[in-house]
């Protein structure tokens, strides 16, 4: 051991350059020289007790040791330059380790693509060797597809295959100025998905700082992301893009609509509240407050309904069923619901309709559509009569319709209304030819025939005689007018 490292030692204080003389022969063959004691000075240091452990390749068999790499890589160093004799003269100390044991191929072998001498190969057939390189056959993909992975498209071209639906690596822009140009052919592209691609790659592949100021001055490129940021549910990373572009009243309807996600009542209406401070418009301000309100009173008449149909202390309840909740409801909803179980209720009470018209400031002709609509379908048409019942300032009482008596009449039809109440609304139609119309429609006999009178059309008189039954009063009725 100790001559071992004694020639260590000398190994490492030593150096193969020496001084310049004009004498040196700066050649190949003395470098080659020079490398060659090198290799064998290594060799000698390491070729000691390793040589008895064996190593094991990807495949599992066994190979040769270090040493026996170094001892290749050394003969293979200096087959090329060096005479016949000298390499027989190393070769025999070398092939000195043949007879042991070893795998046909070393991991030097393999990189360079030759095989190693088998213990089973001669002396003779190791001199004569002539060096040939085997190479293993290399499976590669077809050069198409290579080229659609590797090649070194420009911006433009990658946009123009990616329209066509080609697979396109974005992974090779890294410059920031790549990645603009990239952006700016995709929206001169005109097309939306790849816009999109391409934002979802700088969206990943930039800070968002870089990305929000860049994208301020693309306004295309910005409509896209805040789009695809909404779709896909991101609100942190839009908030921040929108606070960034100060654009307080968008942060505040993006924060607002938050309230879907939440599940639970109370708290939602505790959501709400807190989203009354939020910096929206006035008009906007207004829905906030007004849709808070309304939460709140549908807790409570849920809870006060909900009570009463499960006690059955009301008629309609167990002769009309709730189909369903009224919570997080429209308002034009709840006011049906309340016009249909609560219509007789004073306007104190919070579940009363008009308690909801002056709270929530409803028109006149959207409470009164949403009004008779829910009495015309509980057929209660003594109500119907009075919400269209006005009185002037003399105490005159007449029929006045906001939505049109037109719309009333399909209305009372839909909910199955007799004819005598169709009747009394088809004659309160201004319009002559939708009243006629509206009458022959539905079947009000008396008010065609008096339109017609009124018209003084005998011709169409005859012709409607024929269209109602034989010896019904109608028909005697025509047959009198006629015959006067």
């Known amino acids: 051991m100790s001559r071992v490292r004694a020639d260590e030692e000398e190994y490492w204080h030593s150096s193969k350059f020496r001084a310049f003389t004009f004498d040196d022969e ?12 090198a290799v064998n000075s290594l060799r000698d240091i390491v070729d000691d007790d390793d040589d008895d452990l064996e190593r094991v390749s990807w495949s599992g068999e066994p190979v040769g040791s270090i040493s026996w790499s170094i001892k290749e890589t050394a003969s293979d160093s200096t087959s090329s330059l060096d005479s016949r004799d000298s390499s027989l003269q190393k070769g025999s100390s070398s092939y000195a380790a043949l007879p042991k044991q070893a795998s046909s191929y070393s991991l030097s072998s393999l990189f360079k693509g030759r095989n190693k001498l088998s213990s089973f190969q001669s002396l003779s057939d190791a001199l004569t060797d002539t060096g040939v390189k085997n190479y293993a056959p290399e499976l590669r993909r077809p050069k198409a597809e290579y080229k659609d992975y590797s090649s070194d498209w420009s911006p433009k071209d990658t946009v123009r295959r990616m329209q066509r639906g080609k697979v396109c690596s974005l992974e090779r822009f890294r410059s920031l100025q790549d990645k603009l140009v990239l952006l700016d052919e995709a929206v001169a592209g005109h097309d939306g998905n790849v816009i999109t691609a391409v934002l979802i790659f700088l969206k990943r592949t930039l800070r968002r700082e870089i990305l929000f100021r860049e994208l301020e001055v693309r306004q295309v490129a910005l409509c896209h992301l805040i789009h695809f940021l909404r779709e896909t549910g ?12 100060d654009r307080t009243e968008e942060v505040a309807l993006s924060q607002y609509r938050e309230h879907l996600n939440i599940q639970d009542v109370e708290k939602r209406r505790e ?4 989203c009354i401070g939020l910096p929206f418009s006035a008009e906007d301000t207004s829905h906030i407050q007004d849709h808070y309100t309304l939460l709140e009173r549908q807790i409570i008449i849920e809870a006060n309904d909900r009570h009463l149909e499960m006690a059955g202390q009301s008629e309609l309840f167990r002769k009309y069923p709730r189909k369903a909740s009224i919570l997080n409801m429209p308002l034009v909803t709840t006011l049906f619901y309340s016009c249909f179980y609560h219509y007789t209720e004073a306007e104190g009470m919070f579940s009363s309709p008009t308690n909801l018209k002056k709270t929530f400031k409803i028109p006149d002709k959207q409470y009164v559509l949403t009004a008779l609509a829910a009495r015309a379908k509980l057929r209660a048409w003594g109500d119907v009569d009075a919400l269209l019942t006005t009185k002037n300032w003399l105490g005159y ?18 909910n199955n209304a007799p004819v005598q109440v169709l009747q009394e609304y088809v004659r309160l139609v201004e319009d002559v030819e939708t009243r006629l119309n509206l009458a022959t429609k539905y079947k009000c006999h008396d008010v065609v025939i008096e339109t017609l009178i009124d018209l003084k059309d005998r011709i169409q008189l005859t012709a409607y005689k024929c269209k109602v039954e034989r010896g019904s009063a109608e028909e005697e009725k025509i047959h009198s007018i006629l015959n006067n």
């Open 397 to 414: 009482t007449k029929k006045k319709a906001p939505i049109g008596f037109h719309r009333v009449v399909e209305i009372l039809q839909r």
């Open 271 to 274: 959501f709400l509240k807190g």
């Open 234 to 245: 991101e609100q942190k990373f839009l908030l921040d893009l929108l606070r960034f572009l």
């Open 26 to 37: 700066d050649d190949e063959l003395s470098q080659l020289k020079e490398s060659k004691r």
